[in-house]
């Protein structure tokens, strides 16, 4: 017999990092959820990506069990990785702030391909191009086309 959901929260979290404090505390606590026990299986599954960044979904049960699904980093904090830059540009369009290669772009997309919606590494390198010109970051090359 499946359980029965009783709400859906989403967090951003660094590995290895999660602790009572907010945002992670009032957003379970307010699903009854206990949080210690989220916060030491949250730190166990991602010591080795710790300082990173990491969406995680938490959902939560009628009984007040919970599980909790951990997602790729942003593709943003990514490219900011990549790009060895601190933040994006205030006027993306104008101010550049860095570059990245198209090999680049491709290691990101497969890595986070399984939280795209895209069927294809191309189109995936396509988002995560967009992505990077929305921040002020410039792909240099030429897009490795499948011919």
Known sequence: MAKEVAGLIKLQIKGGAANP??????ALGAK??????FCKQFN???????????????????D???????????????LLEAAKVKSGSAEPHVKKVGKVS????????????SDLNCFTVESAMKMVAGTARSMGINV????????
Request: charged letters at 15%; aromatic letters at 8%.
């Open 21 to 26: 404090s907010p945002p992670v505390g009032p």
């Open 102 to 113: 198209w090999d680049q772009v491709k290691t990101i997309a497969e890595s986070k391909m």
């Open 32 to 37: 009854g959820v206990n949080i210690m026990q």
């Open 44 to 62: 166990g599954r991602t010591q080795e990506l710790a300082g990173k960044v990491l969406p995680v979904i938490i959902t939560v049960y009628a």
């Open 140 to 147: 240099t090359g030429k897009f490795p086309a499948n011919n």
């Open 64 to 78: 007040k069990s919970f599980d909790f699904v951990i997602k790729q980093p942003p593709v943003a904090i990514q």
